[in-house]
């Protein structure tokens, strides 16, 4: 079975600082997504990145940037810059292609201090 | 367009009644999923949806659990004789169309609490 582990249950960046967020995973699968996620006090879930395995070029979105290690099956999320309304919950989620189930992380609180 | 919509946002039952959760997906969406996000966790697979078809129920975690999207749009979750442990907030996503990636867009969520 497919899990996916985030090990820091908070973290705090001051604004405009650079923060990275680690997220582990385990697969037996070769083809498949990752992804991180932002879930907002509001709690409306939004993506914020995704990388597709095969693609050996690490996924970047404005200020966020990941660092895909596929042979250590690591996934972390930089976000550079920081801003206020960068705090949140991430969820870092896995997907095996060919199927539609996402598996999450367990999350990581994200704390802007300005 | 208008997201994902999910209704009632805040539901209180009492242990052992039936409840009912609604989700509107993004119009023609195929793909419908409800997930379960218990406090301080990640949302939990429990279902998918193409169109109509329920093709993987398997995180639905008791029988009391049942979903259906009969006309391939409105999904409705039931939870029978609610207990404790279902209280979470429910999440719904949709997204356009399962043959390629795409992303699933979530709806608010609704919060079940069973007292």
């Known amino acids: 079975a497919q899990t996916v582990t985030q090990s820091q249950p908070e973290m705090s960046v001051q604004e405009a600082e650079t923060v990275t967020l680690s997220c582990t995973y385990d697969?037996?699968?070769?083809?498949?997504?990752l992804f991180w996620y932002k879930q907002p006090p509001s709690r409306q879930m939004i993506l914020v990145i995704r990388q597709e395995a095969y693609k050996q070029q690490n996924a970047t979105e404005n200020r966020f940037s990941v660092n895909f290690q596929k042979a250590a099956k690591s996934f972390s999320l930089k976000i550079s810059d920081s801003q206020l309304g960068d705090a949140a919950m991430y969820f870092c989620?896995?997907?095996?292609?060919?199927?539609?189930?996402?598996?999450f992380g367990t999350g990581t609180k994200l704390q802007v201090i300005p | 367009g208008a997201g994902v919509s999910q209704s009632p946002r805040y539901k209180v039952a009492k242990r052992g009644q039936d409840v009912a959760l609604r989700c509107d997906p993004i119009?023609?969406?195929?793909?419908l999923f409800w997930y379960q996000q218990a406090l301080g966790q990640g949302p939990e697979f429990l279902t998918y949806f193409q169109n109509e078809a329920q093709l993987d129920k398997s995180g639905l975690p008791s029988d009391r659990f049942f979903a259906e999207r009969p006309e391939g749009s409105v999904s409705t979750l039931k939870i029978q004789r609610t207990q404790q442990e279902d209280s979470a907030v429910y999440l719904c996503?949709?997204?356009?169309?399962?043959?390629?990636?795409?992303?699933?867009?979530f709806g608010p969520g609704t919060r079940l609490t069973v007292l």
């Open positions: 996503a949709s997204s356009l169309d399962p043959r390629v990636y795409n992303e699933q867009f």
């Open positions: 119009s023609g969406h195929v793909s």
């Open positions: 697969t037996s699968e070769s083809d498949y997504y």
């Open positions: 989620a896995y997907k095996a292609g060919g199927y539609q189930k996402v598996t």
